[in-house]
Nanobody, 115 residues
Framework: QVQLVESGGGLVQPGGSLRLSCVASGSIFGINVMSWYRRAPGKERELVAIITSDGSTNYADSVKGRFTISRDNAQNTVYLRMNSLKPEDTAVYYC?????????WGQGTQVTVSS
């Protein structure tokens, strides 16, 4: 049974930084595709960043140059480093794993950007 546990969310002022972590258990971490999504109040869930098993990355236009996704296969962990945070980045952030045709989700972690 695959489980994803996110952490690292919180309240931060505009211009600040946070690093989200997602630890995966029960999966073959080295062959999966990991992503971060977010859902802001009143909006649909959107893809923020994705990283493949070989380390290739892609980002939503709204976060390019500010967010960095990375992974540590030895620790079964994917990270999302978020810099220069804006109020519009406020959302619940979810970790997603795609592996062998199945999709798994974490419970989400709240990020609030406010002064």
């Amino acid at each position: 049974q695959v489980q994803l546990v996110e952490s690292g969310g919180g309240l931060v002022q505009p211009g600040g930084s946070l690093r989200l972590s997602c630890v995966a258990s029960g999966s073959i971490f080295g062959i999966n595709v990991m992503s971060w999504y977010r859902r802001a109040p009143g909006k649909e869930r959107e893809l923020v960043a994705i990283i493949t098993s070989d380390g290739s990355t892609n980002y939503a236009d709204s976060v390019k140059g500010r967010f960095t996704i990375s992974r540590d296969n030895a620790q079964n962990t994917v990270y999302l480093r978020m810099n220069s945070l804006k109020p519009e980045d406020t959302a619940v952030y979810y970790c997603n794993e795609q592996q062998l045709g199945s999709s798994y989700w974490g419970q989400g972690t709240q990020v609030t950007v406010s002064s």
